[in-house]
């Protein structure tokens, strides 16, 4: 029998999909540039860290990424580039939070930023009320992999780390939930992710 008490979801990628080659193809033909240009010369880097940390704003966020990309779109246009990631989520992934919820607690973490949270809490509203909780880095300030994004939802859980399993696509921010002790499971597929959760005992 398990002593697991919580499942902490990653969301992009482990509960629904999505793709950032769309908000490339966006911006692209929305400037008259050049998709590939616009991926090559777009970095996951401190820009993009500190606008899911809440440190700059919206307004700083596109002058620094219109300026690097080549582009001069409207912030309205800008904007609905950046929110054109959001795929559908995953077959099944309902059914399997419906399940969890009723024997552990459900909250999910996610990196994110204040422009495409007005867009994916709509968008998956039906499936996000599994969730007791949804904790955004851009509202934390806080962000995985650092320990103090996973701790803020430990102490609203009231558990241990040992009592807790955690589901992200990122390697790095399942290492930096390992460091705390909290059991892990590295997604690669809906499919992959059951059948873990299975091994541990979590589903029939």
Known sequence: MNTYKAIIFDLGKVVFDLSFDKVFQFWANASSGQYAEIKSKFRFDDIFVKFEK??????EFRVKISKRLGLTLTDQVFDEGWCDLYLDTYRG???LLAKLKQHYQLVALTNT????????????ADTLRYFQKVFSS????????DAEAYQIVLDYLQVNPQQVVFLDDNIDNIKGADQLGIKTILVTSYEQMTAE???IGLLN
Do not use: C, F, M
Not at 54 to 59: A, C, G, L, S, Y
């Open 54 to 59: 809440d440190e700059i704003t919206p307004k």
């Open 138 to 145: 851009h509202e934390l300030k806080e962000r995985k992999p």
């Open 93 to 95: 992934i309902d059914a």
């Open 113 to 124: 930023n204040s422009i495409h949270s007005g867009v994916w809490k709509i968008k998956y």
């Open 197 to 199: 959760l299975r091994t």
